[in-house]
């Protein structure tokens, strides 16, 4: 069966500097991997995937992921985080060839002026 | 070009009724899923439908159950609601790859 750990329930981070959400997942087989993020009372916005190629894979508003097969993670970052970066992020798996999305707990990001 | 439109937007309910929820996906999008998401927790799957079948199932009763029209749109009904229904619900649409969500259906239940 399909997982996905996020370990931080919370990440707190100065503006300006860099940012990391971890993500790990447990899939059979090949993965598709998503990234969304939730601002209060709305629903999920796409930030970014991987679905194969390049391990590094850029996304919307400076977003960006490293996929780690060895490792099973696929961290979000960002070089330099913004006040309004602040929101509840998921990570998101789906095995190749399957239909459904399986979504983390979120972490929620705090951005500090 | 309108994204994932559900309805209605809030709600409120007695445990018991019965409730009908809709979504409109995104245009040209075949495939619609609904994520039932919990305060402070993630989305969680609750079935997909695709050319008016169910196509997968996540570990919801039989108290739920949705249908999917000719035009993609879909429904998600829920019977004898419990307390633990409340709950935001979520339709997503997709054409395969990444999913596109609407802003999501808030369920009360009393």
């Known amino acids: 069966a399909q997982s996905v750990a996020q370990p931080e329930d919370q990440v707190n981070v100065a503006e300006g500097n860099p940012l990391t959400v971890k993500c790990t997942y447990s899939?059979?087989?090949?993965?598709?991997l998503f990234w969304y993020v939730q601002y209060p009372n709305r629903g999920l916005q796409f930030l970014l995937k991987y679905i194969t190629g390049d391990n590094l894979v850029k996304g919307s508003y400076g977003f960006e992921a490293e996929f780690n097969k060895s490792q099973t993670s696929f961290h979000l970052k960002k070089p330099s985080a913004l006040v309004s970066d602040s929101a509840l992020y998921f990570c998101?798996?789906?095995?190749?060839?399957?239909?459904?999305?399986?979504f983390g707990a979120g972490t929620r990001l705090f951005v500090k002026a | 070009d309108a994204g994932v439109t559900q309805s209605p937007t809030h709600l409120i309910k007695t445990r018991g009724q019965q409730v009908t929820l809709r979504c409109s996906p995104k245009?040209?999008?075949?495939?619609v899923s609904w994520y039932q998401q919990a305060l402070g927790q993630g989305p969680q799957f609750i079935f997909q439908?695709?050319?008016?079948?169910?196509?997968q199932r996540g570990n919801f009763p039989d108290r739920f159950s949705g249908h999917q029209f000719p035009n993609y749109s879909s429904e998600l009904n829920v019977n004898a609601l419990l307390l633990g229904d409340s709950a935001l619900y979520l339709c997503?649409?997709?054409?395969?790859?990444?999913?596109?969500f609407g802003e999501g259906s808030r369920l009360t239940v009393l």
């Open positions: 997503a649409s997709s054409l395969g790859g990444e999913l596109f």
């Open positions: 439908y695709y050319e008016e079948e169910e196509r």
């Open positions: 998101a798996v789906r095995e190749s060839g399957g239909f459904k999305t399986i």
């Open positions: 245009s040209g999008h075949d495939t």
């Open positions: 899939v059979s087989g090949n993965p598709y």
